[in-house]
């Protein structure tokens, strides 16, 4: 077991602020297609959006496992739009300014971010380039001690309510993943805008935005880390933000899997419950197994990233287990639901349609899997 005491007293306390802050809420949320500020204001409050930051920086000074936990609690308030929303807070568009930011930029981004004052998000992906991020083509052009910023990102999760964007942009004449950078852009800069809010199948409560930058100016003084290294970067975020992303596609997996076990237990059909039919039982067996396997990846590859390893091939394919093995469990637990499962008023159907973007989102299953074979050397 990689948790020690601290993480279960963590995990007590973010259980219940769920349960009683965040799940009665959901449906509100999942209805107006957005979270509140207030919620960032209240996590900020109670120390849960700077858990693995230093305390100079306002943060709780915990370990990398302490984001697990957060990912995995957060999943069983039944939206998994909030895990998302707060994830790109925590574990995404803030990690880039602690290890490569200077200390203005420290105290004027990730302070307010872990106190839940400012709200980030984190700008790659463009209508031209998802799982390619080397073909990005905004661009970031120096004009005396200034950036000015144009191009266009899309799908950008709390694209809408952020106070400011992390992002990637060309600054480079070298083509492919060369001369990239990345930048910090506050939401009120002249020529920023957020040009539409996309709307979704699932993750409802999470927001997820177009965003425009037209002769977008910042100053000097917002480039993040050093010129032309944005791609390796953003590679290193990624590989933070694919463990959250896999432990909380696990957390919300599990969820659905003990919604089905209820279920089970109190449907019956044919004179007894449907847990007693040897289908069913192997097959809450069979997602049992698939949740066993996919968390202890997960908190493996956690283990090593807190302990200064990079394991980019383990990474990969814990997110591309977990992804699919959280897909495999869901729809089974829809499954066993019948034709209940496919109403609104029962809450696996929305685990269902929150759970696909996991295969799509931080990297698809085929990207993991051309990483893994370019690991495997083949
Ligand atoms: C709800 C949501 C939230 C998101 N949030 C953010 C965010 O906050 N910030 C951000 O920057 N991005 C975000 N994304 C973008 C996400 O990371 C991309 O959608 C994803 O990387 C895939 O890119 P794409 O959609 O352009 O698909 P494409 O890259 O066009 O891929 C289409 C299909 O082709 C496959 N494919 C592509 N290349 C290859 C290849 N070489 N070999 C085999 N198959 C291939 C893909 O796997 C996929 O199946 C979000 C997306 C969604 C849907």
Redesign the pocket.
């Known amino acids: 077991m990689v948790f020690n005491e601290d993480h279960e007293i963590l995990r007590r306390s973010i259980r219940d602020f769920v349960s009683k802050e965040i799940t009665p809420r959901i449906e509100e949320w999942e209805e107006k297609q957005i979270i509140p500020r207030d919620l960032f204001r209240r996590m900020g409050d109670l120390g849960f959006l700077g858990l693995s930051y230093p305390e100079e920086y306002g943060g709780q000074g915990g370990d990398y496992l302490s984001n697990i936990v957060l990912a995995e609690e957060l999943a069983r308030c039944g939206a998994g739009g909030v895990g998302m929303a707060v994830g ?1 807070q925590t574990g995404m568009a803030t990690p880039p300014i602690f290890k490569f930011g200077t200390e203005d930029q420290k105290k004027n981004y990730l302070v307010p971010a872990i106190r839940g004052e400012k709200i980030a ?5 463009e209508p031209n380039a ?3 991020v080397a073909s990005i083509q905004t661009t970031a052009v120096k004009a005396g001690d200034r950036w000015v910023i144009n191009g266009r ?1 899309i ?4 694209g809408v309510n952020a106070d400011f964007i992390l992002l990637l942009a060309r600054t480079g004449r070298e083509k492919g993943y060369r001369g990239m950078s990345i930048f910090l852009v506050d939401k009120n800069t002249p020529g920023f805008t957020v040009s539409r809010k996309l709307d ?1 199948m699932g ?1 409802r409560c999470s927001d ?1 935005a177009e965003l425009l930058f037209e002769d977008c100016e910042i100053p000097g003084g917002n480039l993040v880390g050093e010129e032309g290294r944005g791609f390796f970067q953003i590679m290193w975020e990624l590989q933070g933000e694919r463990i959250i992303g896999a432990a909380n596609a696990v957390g919300r997996a599990q969820a659905a899997f003990e919604e089905a076990v209820r279920y089970a237990r109190q449907r019956s059909q044919f004179g007894k419950p449907l847990a007693q039919f040897q289908v069913i039982r192997h097959y809450l067996a069979e997602m049992a197994t698939d949740l066993e396997a996919a968390r202890q990846l997960v908190y493996s590859v956690a283990w090593a990233f807190q302990n200064g390893d990079y394991p980019v091939r383990e990474i990969s394919m814990a997110k591309l287990f977990a992804a699919q093995a959280a897909f495999r469990v869901v729809d089974r637990a829809l499954q066993i639901h019948g034709g209940y499962g496919y109403m609104m008023e029962y809450p696996v159907q929305r685990y269902w349609r929150d759970i696909r ?1 996991s295969r ?8 993991m899997r ?1 990483i893994i074979a370019k690991e495997l050397d083949l």
């Open positions: 790109v998000c984190l700008g790659i992906t998802g799982s390619d990102k799908f950008i999760t709390n979704k993750m997820t973007l799509i989102g931080g990297g698809t299953d085929e990207v051309e």
